[in-house]
């Protein structure tokens, strides 16, 4: 059984930065794609970046330039760097993806989130 799980999540201070990081866990191939969401409280959520297995990636406006999103195979592990932080950047932050396992079977997944907190 696949799971994902997210860490790096915390308070930090508007201009820092922070680094999520989602393990797969579990018997896997290779993340076939992978992206981070954000759910602010009250609002709907929205894709904050995405990575397909060429490594071709898509940013949402808002954080282009300033949030950097990488997939390690090796280590069964998606990075989202957060750099220059802003309050408006508050959310719980999910990470998703779709995974091929060592059978070759390729399902999707998401992970359990992790809160992301920017001070003013």
């Known amino acids: 059984q696949v799971q994902l799980v997210e860490s790096g999540g915390g308070l930090v201070q508007a201009g820092g930065s922070l680094r999520l990081s989602c393990v797969a866990s579990g018997n896997i191939w290779r993340f076939n794609n992978a992206g981070w969401y954000r759910q602010a409280p009250g609002k709907q959520r929205e894709l904050v970046a995405t990575m397909t297995s060429g490594s071709s990636t898509n940013y949402a406006t808002s954080v282009k330039g300033r949030f950097t999103m990488s997939i390690d195979n090796a280590k069964k592990t998606v990075f989202l760097q957060m750099n220059s932080l802003k309050p408006e950047d508050t959310a719980v932050y999910y990470c998703?993806?779709?995974?091929?396992?060592?059978?070759?079977?390729?399902?999707?997944?998401w992970g359990q989130g992790t809160q992301v907190t920017v001070s003013s």
């Open positions: 998703h993806a779709h995974i091929t396992s060592v059978v070759l079977i390729t399902e999707e997944y």
